[in-house]
């Protein structure tokens, strides 16, 4: 826990290599076995974050965000559905949050335009963003519970089909309850101070311009068929290939075709578009990917080597709860989510733990979008960049730091998903 406090403190690769700290402390101060790090879950977030890297520097997240643009001001009356929605798709797409940052001045300004007080869609996009990541099917979260499930004979298809509709339900109820967030923004006491004193000013916002339209649309398409194919495969056992090992026929396993489909999208972007390689590495998709590989490699393998080494006595202390109320595991989802800040380091380093005490895989699924609890402490940057997005002063931080824009947004998105999968699962 001092591992996880302080990295995520430090930021950035800290949360990581702070794990490999507290894992030296159990292995050589306290003597527990180190399990095997979590190699196939870092190569697949590789791969996938290299074909994100590669699309953002051919031109197609800039092309997404232009085409979000025009929607969002053909109808700015309805900014507040349709904002999440529009975050909620880009993060879907793209397997990270962090393609938000793009759209949220456009955003911001389309609300200040219509006189609809920002923090309502600034606040419930964010919170979209996060929860899509518990939906798409490249993301680093749905990859590395997709790894661990494996086992139980769950498809991608069987994740999705939860996690989907139900963190969408949550960021629509999500939404309509932002539509009554705060005062109206003319009556806004911190706007009329910004705008009586010169602080506010309109200023008309675009979006980054797309240098060369053909090649951002061939990204775009190339990554998305990328992505089909991996649903595709995932859900449709007959369609992967099959060898003979020493076990007898045995498919493709889907950490291989994931990877494989990924570099070679990655591979086809930069052919194809004749974008610099080295560009896609210096991208901001790229940078914060692999700042997840760091902090997975480092904290799930502490994690795992700590619940390997104390599992008897872990299941003894927590079994009788667990099993009468399964539920609680989703609040330890929650907790730890806030911790680590990357939903994809919460599931590797937990899940084990509620496969090891039994709860049913269905179940884990379905309180899978818990793990975007990180919104509860506001400090992450998505959530500091939109505050900062918002010249009306209406998106902010509250007196007490706990009080601030994105708590109620995230609260009700969160619990209606994960109580929408809880009750889907009844009938599947």
Known sequence: ??????????????????????????????????????????????????????????????????????????????????????????????????????????????????????????????????????????????????????????????????????????????????????????????????????????AHTESKGVENYGKALISVIIFLLATVGIVLFGSIESLRPVFETAKGNEAMQMSHIIEILMLSAAALILVLTKTNGIKAAQGSVFVAGMQAVVAIFGIAWMGDTFIAGNLPEIRAAVENAVTEMPWLFGIALFVMSILLFSQAATVRALLPLGIALGISPYMLIAMFPAVNGYFFIPNYPTVVAAINFDRTGTTKIGKYVLNHSFMMPGLISTIVAVGAGLLLIQFI
């Not at 180190?34 to 590669?54: E, F, S, W």
């Not at 969002?72 to 949050?97: E, M």
């Open 1 to 202: 826990m001092l591992a996880i406090i302080i990295g995520a403190r430090i930021g950035g690769v800290g949360l990581g290599v702070l794990g490999g700290l507290g894992l030296a402390v159990l292995t050589f101060v306290f003597g527990l076995q180190p399990t095997a790090p979590p190699i196939d879950v870092m190569l697949m977030i590789v791969a996938v974050i290299a074909a994100a890297g590669c699309m953002q520097a051919a031109g197609g997240l800039d092309l997404m965000v232009r085409a979000a643009e025009k929607l969002l001001r053909k109808n700015p009356q309805h900014i507040t559905l349709l904002s999440p929605l529009v975050t909620y798709t880009f993060t879907f797409v793209a397997g990270t949050g962090h393609v938000a940052y793009s759209v949220l001045p456009v955003i911001a300004e389309v609300a200040a335009e219509t006189k609809i007080r920002p923090e309502r869609p600034l606040g419930i996009a964010v919170i979209a963003s996060q929860q899509a990541i518990t939906a798409s099917p490249i993301s680093a979260a749905t990859v590395a519970m997709l790894s661990m499930l494996a086992g139980f004979d769950v498809t991608l298809l069987d994740i999705m089909k939860i996690s989907v509709p139900c963190t969408l339900l949550g960021v629509i109820i999500g939404a309509i309850c932002s539509m009554h967030v705060g005062k109206e923004l003319e009556d806004d006491p911190e706007f009329r101070k910004r705008v009586a004193s010169g602080e506010f000013k309109s």
